[in-house]
């Protein structure tokens, strides 16, 4: 979780959108705090379990805006090389190419630079994780009944900003040093959308053998 990313550098204090937060002493900040402290663990299989007697959806919730934080921070500190010239398309590897679409500002797919792409999604999700409506954050308040499906919705497409970073941007990773933080993050997130299957297989092709990999390492 983000206590895993705090660093001396000001590089890694850049975000690429405004930092999400949690209010305090609301109950959703109790269970993120509950996070970080299995987390703090080290067995994250463990970690990302449904605490006892909880609400699923507000461990979803709580989750999905820790790793909208937590990919903000990630590509923030990639932002420079991440260029309308350097990645002319949003992509994954030489296979896969993403078109963006969110049904209600831009209708039909369309193609465009990864930072753009980037900007649209991270835009998009902040909007979801501030609209009351869907990620409530007063006690008593319930969620949706379409919640599910939207946060599996911003989770598919969180997951393709992870991809794009592995693909084409690792070697920037590993020039500054943050390739222990992106495993990391990356790591949590997939044994996350694993354990509540929140994210299709097919959409997890880019990085299956290094999801493959992450996962053995914990058999």
């Given at each position: 979780?983000?206590?895993?990313?705090?660093?001396?550098?000001?590089?890694s204090?850049?975000?690429?959108?405004?930092k999400?937060?949690?209010?305090?002493?609301?109950h959703?900040?109790?269970?993120?705090?509950?996070?970080e402290a299995?987390?703090g663990?080290?067995?994250?299989?463990?970690?990302?379990m449904l605490?006892?007697g909880?609400?699923?959806?507000?461990?979803?919730?709580v989750?999905?805006?820790?790793?909208?934080?937590?990919?903000?921070?990630?590509?923030?500190?990639?932002?420079?090389?991440?260029?309308?010239?350097?990645?002319?398309?949003?992509?994954?590897?030489?296979?896969?190419?993403?078109?963006?679409?969110?049904?209600?500002?831009?209708?039909k797919?369309?193609?465009?630079?990864?930072?753009?792409?980037?900007?649209?999604l991270?835009?998009?999700?902040?909007?979801?994780?501030?609209?009351?409506?869907?990620?409530?954050?007063?006690?008593?308040v319930?969620?949706?009944?379409?919640?599910?499906?939207?946060?599996?919705?911003?989770?598919?497409?969180?997951?393709?900003?992870?991809?794009?970073?592995?693909?084409?941007?690792?070697?920037?990773?590993?020039?500054?040093?943050?390739e222990?933080?992106?495993n990391?993050?990356?790591?949590?997130?997939?044994?996350?959308?694993?354990?509540?299957?929140l994210?299709?297989?097919r959409?997890?092709?880019?990085?299956?053998?290094?999801?493959?990999?992450?996962?053995?390492?914990?058999?």
């Amino acid at each position: 979780l983000s206590f895993l990313f705090h660093r001396t550098s000001s590089r890694s204090s850049k975000t690429f959108k405004p930092k999400k937060n949690i209010p305090e002493g609301s109950h959703q900040y109790e269970l993120l705090k509950h996070a970080e402290a299995t987390l703090g663990s080290g067995n994250l299989r463990q970690a990302v379990m449904l605490p006892e007697g909880e609400d699923l959806n507000e461990w979803i919730a709580v989750n999905t805006v820790d790793f909208f934080n937590q990919i903000n921070m990630l590509y923030g500190t990639i932002t420079e090389f991440c260029t309308e010239a350097s990645c002319p398309v949003m992509s994954a590897g030489p296979r896969y190419e993403y078109h963006w679409a969110d049904g209600t500002n831009i209708k039909k797919p369309i193609k465009c630079s990864a930072p753009k792409y980037i900007d649209y999604l991270m835009t998009w999700v902040q909007d979801q994780l501030d609209d009351e409506t869907l990620f409530p954050s007063k006690i008593g308040v319930p969620f949706p009944k379409n919640f599910m499906s939207v946060a599996k919705t911003i989770l598919k497409r969180l997951f393709r900003v992870y991809a794009h970073i592995y693909h084409q941007h690792f070697d920037s990773v590993m020039q500054l040093q943050e390739e222990a933080h992106l495993n990391t993050s990356f790591k949590h997130f997939i044994f996350f959308v694993q354990e509540f299957n929140l994210i299709d297989r097919r959409e997890l092709a880019p990085l299956q053998e290094l999801i493959e990999k992450l996962g053995s390492k914990d058999r």
